[in-house]
Structures are given as structure tokens and as C-alpha cells.
């Protein structure tokens, strides 16, 4: 999910399907963190906030700052932020 091509975010992509997550992993984490900012996933901020690269945190790689559509900011931690609880709310999209 991270490694998105710039064709992708150049075009107005939409997803073919969507399906929920069922357990927590590093790409639910991220996907998580853009749902709460409100977006589908990293393919949608970027055509909308126009940006090359997501900023992450080094040591685990998951989302460290988002800019939401009315552009203010959330900021995450380096731990986990999606709990056990919030883990089927996680939407997964396919291309």
C-alpha cells in the first residue's frame, strides 16, 4: 500500500470493491489513521492534498501527520493507535 505509484495518484482512481479488515497489521494501522482524517486510504490523500510522500515515522513506518480536507492537522504516535475494538471499522479498498 505504501509503495503507490505516481501514476495512480496523478489519475482519479476509484476503488473496484471493499472489504473490512479482520486483523490488526501495519497496513490496517496506516489505513486506520487516513479513515480518521477522512480519507479511503494513502491513494485518495494524495490526489486530493496533491503530495508526493506521506510523512512516517522512521522506526515503525506507520503515518506520523495527515492534513485533513479542512486543513488542519493530526498528529500520531509511533505506537498503535487502532485497538482491537476498531479493527473491523476499517474499511480495506482494492484496485
Known amino acids: ?6 501514476v495512480m495518484t496523478k489519475a482519479d482512481i476509484k476503488p473496484k470493491s471493499m472489504h473490512r479488515a479482520k486483523i490488526w497489521s501495519n497496513d490496517v494501522e496506516n ?3 487516513f479513515q480518521q ?3 479511503r486510504d494513502e491513494v485518495e490523500y494524495k ?7 506521506v510523512e512516517c515515522w522512521p522506526e515503525t513506518g506507520f503515518v506520523k501527520k495527515l492534513q485533513r480536507r479542512d486543513n488542519t492537522f493530526y498528529y500520531y ?3 498503535r493507535e487502532c485497538e482491537d475494538k476498531d479493527v473491523c471499522k ?6
Open 37 to 39: 482524517a477522512g480519507y
Open 31 to 33: 489505513l486506520y489513521r
Open 1 to 6: 500500500m505504501s509503495e503507490v505509484s505516481e
Open 77 to 79: 504516535n509511533r505506537q
Open 90 to 95: 476499517v474499511k480495506i479498498y482494492v484496485y
Open 47 to 53: 490526489q486530493v492534498k496533491q503530495v508526493d510522500k
